[in-house]
């Protein structure tokens, strides 16, 4: 088993002992006699599977029992459009611009209702997190939207912004359970899983109760958050198996020690990373140093050929997934939670050997 | 390893060689030195397995080049939504109701346009496909649409509809690939997967050319049609993982003989069980013997504590999952193309036991 190292945006890595465990119980699960791929959704051990997931998450992120947890399908840009059916009542809502995933979701709600766009980095190739102030916010919003850390440049919010009594929705897909967050700030947050969660096909949603129950008539019956809370995710055949993985990478989290203990392992892999680029003459990262993700790290060496000589040599080495994203160009390492520091002090040791030969 | 013979109606039965291959890869495909899991679904890696599922389903089912193959998400529920949302222009739809699916199919329907139920079968708790006749259509229709097998209650149409210059779409969930049917009837196909393709979380949809770029503007970019077959499924992250296991069940219908040879398997598999059940002194079936489904074999006993204690004690013979769904109760054995004669067989021998020690 050669395994490489894995620098992918998404889908990703996912931890060894999940694969493993994984791997072990596919044909036969437990004593059920069947692979959990084969296992009806209505069935007892399915049932313990999505509900240990379920309180397994809550646990992680200390989620409050007036929210509820949801196991969707149709990732990040389903949820541009179920945010927006679901959560429109006057038909305003305020949206903070900063990247690529956040300018689709503001232009899916504009369908139903009118979108302000409250602040922008694009004209920094959204190199940073726009300062917000409360003046800013439209007080009679429907809600607020966020992207709280973002994937393709690479920034990611250090602070909750207080958007008072509108509720605020947080796409947390590149950063659910990398870092400590405060649920209780948010009336919204939803992740496409195949960052942080698992594998790709499901995405978590964690809704206040309060938010439920607004749907527009014409949402369809399957965008409609309550269908899915009312029936806890079981409102149709729900991706089982997805869930399942999914729920092994909760397990493999709490193992570890929980959010909190990830997020100083994140700290630590994000640090040796950047402090190299801070002091590196070569490669340089492009994002300002106080909005930097802890996820998502793009850097560049000024040269487009040297670029991609990077990419292929360390390609060669077993460090993937290296290409950076075409609007930001050079190169981009994710290092989520899955990535072992060890992934990150070889991409450096990698990094150094290149500077040097290529001065 | 002490794998049982499940007759579950979805998730289902998967081909043994199926999950043993991808237990083998899971945790390092080929050379890749990853699981598909954590694949960037626009890797060559990934791109290779999409494109080789897709060119086998359309070997497997013979789809002419004017028909897009997608894999999308949500199952038939999200199809319920999108098939109106993306073929209505005068917005109207006559609908064959033959079966709960066939209802909440009609009934997503109405949130934008007028529906018509041509004909159902409620009456007679949907034992049977009701008499077609062209007559009874709509000719300015946007659509028709058919329940193809009716998974709850058993019974299957044995003839297409000829519903002229009206595009035919077909909920094919329960019997896709089960049996050779002539795409070119249908103006769109869909299936959730979970039956007869693969794991539960993708979705085959098969759509006409000319039925793609109609879509309401209110219509959610995700349940737009076309942009799912301009980005070749690709406009999103797909559910990878699910499409690679339904492209290894691909690979085993071609070692198998493919669709035709399947058919052979599942009227053997059927004849099997419908002539003991014809012949029994204790079981019968619940559908009229010209509309039985060759998937999905309802039976009752007459008795409820009967029909209790066969299900209990065929649970411990290791025949799972043979509870009836509660709208026809008593048992039902869906028997898929995974289910091996074997398990056919094995079913009848225990049910003819059960009925000489309970005469």
Redesign the interface.
């Known amino acids: ?4 190292y ?1 620098f ?7 931890p ?1 002992p999940v ?2 465990q ?2 072990k119980e ?3 699960y437990g ?5 959990v ?5 209505r ?1 007892k051990a399915f049932d313990d599977i999505i509900k240990q997931a379920e309180a397994d998450i809550r646990d992680l992120m200390n989620i409050p029992d007036n929210y509820k947890v949801l196991f969707l ?6 949820q ?2 179920m945010v927006p ?1 679901n959560l429109y009542k006057k038909g305003k809502a305020d949206y903070v611009q900063t990247g690529q995933w956040a300018k689709k979701a503001a232009q ?1 709600a504009k ?2 209702g009118d979108v302000h766009i409250v602040a922008s980095s694009e004209d920094k190739v959204y190199s940073y997190i726009p300062k917000l102030d409360k003046s800013m916010f439209d007080p009679e919003a429907d809600y607020f939207h966020i992207t709280y850390n973002n994937t393709i440049y690479g920034t990611r919010y250090t602070k909750i912004p207080d958007t008072g009594n509108v509720p605020l929705v947080g796409d947390l897909s590149s950063c659910i359970m990398s870092e400590v967050i405060d649920v209780t700030k948010f009336g919204l947050i939803y992740a ?1 899983a ?1 960052k942080n969660i ?5 995405t978590v949603v964690i809704i206040r109760e309060d938010l439920l129950g607004n749907a527009k ?2 949402c ?4 409609d958050y309550k269908i899915h809370a009312d029936k806890d995710s079981l ?8 869930i399942y ?1 999914a729920g092994l990478v909760f397990k493999w989290l709490k193992q570890m020690g929980g959010v909190a203990e990830m997020q100083k392992v994140n700290e630590e892999k994000a640090g040796i990373l950047y402090d190299f680029l801070d002091n590196s003459s070569l490669f340089k990262g492009t994002v300002v140093p106080e909005d930097r993700s802890l996820m998502n790290v793009p850097f560049v060496t000024g040269d487009d050929d040297l670029n991609a000589k990077f990419i292929k040599e360390a390609t060669a080495a ?1 460090l ?2 290296l290409k950076g994203h075409r609007t930001v160009g050079g190169m981009r390492a994710s290092i989520y939670n899955a990535m072992p520091v060890e992934g990150v002090k070889t991409l450096v040791e990698f990094m150094k050997k290149f500077e040097t030969e290529n001065k």
């Open positions: 088993m050669n395994r490489v894995n992918s945006a998404g889908p990703s890595m996912l060894l694969l493993e994984a791997q596919l044909v036969c004593d059920t006699g069947m692979s791929m084969e296992m009806s959704h069935s399908q149709g990732g990040g840009n389903t541009f459009a059916l899916e369908k139903w496409g195949q698992g594998p790709a096909g499901v008539p014409e369809p019956t399957m965008l409102f149709n055949t729900p991706p089982c198996y997805a993985v077993g993937v997934n």
